[in-house]
């Protein structure tokens, strides 16, 4: 491989394979290993010294652990890609890294050349994962969306949006106007707002409610 190489920092905290990682791909042409770490706290230190290109990222370790590294190595702008390399495959532990802004995720009994293909995927910004995070990311978006609002509110909400009081909502539904305040409650935590026309405008933006056409009942 010609040109630059690619700088690498490798966080784990077992010895033994922050050696082998890092004796792995100072083997492997193409890269440069930068340093190694031993959890969090030290992975985003040697990340702003020494501004590699890619981080290969435990999850599981003391102290700050890599999910904590990743939001806090976003958080101060560092550039590097973070390509997790862990024994886990969880949904939880998988989902929050990608969400936090993972590039790739592998795992570390993957083939040696597919852990430097992955490396060298993620330094251009590509998206690295291993077979069984890719199927697991599949049928999460597959699976149906939980229901945000209930029906009753959502009837609730549709008849604020077409410019009920809470009186007339109560009446068309045959419940109490009480009980109309308090699914209105409820819609507001649920979408994070604060009042009524926020509530019906937030609602309208996430597709929870649909415009009605002119002459549309």
Same mark, same amino acid.
């Given at each position: 491989?010609? /040109?630059?190489?690619? =700088?690498?920092?490798?966080?784990?905290?077992? #010895? +033994?394979?922050?050696? $082998?990682?890092? &004796? @792995?791909? %100072?083997?492997?042409? /193409?890269?440069?290993? *930068?340093?190694?770490?031993?959890?969090?706290?030290?992975?985003?230190? *040697?990340?702003?010294?020494? =501004? #590699?290109?890619?981080?290969? @990222?435990?999850?599981?370790?003391? $102290? @700050?652990? /890599?999910?904590?590294?990743?939001?806090?190595?976003?958080?101060?702008?560092?550039?590097?890609?973070?390509?997790?390399?862990?024994?886990?495959?969880?949904?939880?532990?998988? *989902?929050?890294?990608?969400?936090?802004?993972?590039? /790739?995720?592998? *795992? !570390?009994?993957?083939? =040696?050349?597919?852990?430097?293909?992955?490396?060298?995927?993620?330094?251009? $910004?590509? &998206?690295?994962?291993?077979? &069984?995070?890719?199927?697991?990311?599949?049928?999460?978006? =597959?699976?149906?969306?939980?229901?945000?609002?209930? #029906?009753?509110?959502?009837?609730?909400?549709?008849? +604020?949006?077409? $410019?009920?009081?809470?009186?007339?909502?109560?009446?068309?539904?045959?419940?109490?106007?009480?009980? +109309? !305040?308090?699914?209105?409650?409820?819609?507001?935590?649920?979408?994070?707002?604060?009042?009524?026309?926020? %509530?019906?405008?937030?609602?309208?933006?996430?597709?929870?409610? +649909?415009?009605?056409? #002119?002459?549309?009942?």
């Amino acid at each position: 491989m010609t /040109g630059t190489p690619i =700088r690498l920092l490798i966080a784990d905290d077992h #010895p +033994v394979v922050r050696d $082998g990682l890092s &004796s @792995m791909f %100072a083997s492997a042409p /193409g890269f440069e290993v *930068l340093g190694a770490a031993p959890d969090g706290a030290a992975v985003v230190r *040697l990340a702003q010294e020494l =501004r #590699p290109d890619v981080i290969l @990222m435990d999850l599981r370790m003391p $102290g @700050m652990d /890599g999910l904590a590294a990743i939001i806090e190595l976003a958080r101060l702008g560092v550039t590097a890609r973070v390509l997790v390399l862990t024994t886990y495959d969880s949904d939880t532990d998988v *989902l929050p890294a990608i969400e936090a802004g993972a590039t /790739g995720y592998l *795992l !570390k009994d993957s083939p =040696r050349e597919e852990l430097l293909r992955g490396a060298r995927a993620a330094a251009r $910004g590509e &998206s690295v994962l291993a077979p &069984s995070v890719a199927a697991r990311l599949m049928n999460r978006m =597959r699976a149906p969306a939980p229901q945000l609002l209930s #029906p009753r509110e959502l009837e609730v909400l549709e008849l +604020v949006a077409a $410019g009920n009081t809470n009186r007339e909502a109560a009446v068309r539904l045959f419940i109490t106007e009480a009980t +109309v !305040k308090s699914h209105l409650l409820n819609i507001y935590t649920k979408l994070g707002v604060n009042d009524r026309a926020a %509530a019906v405008t937030e609602a309208f933006n996430r597709g929870l409610l +649909v415009p009605r056409t #002119p002459g549309q009942p």
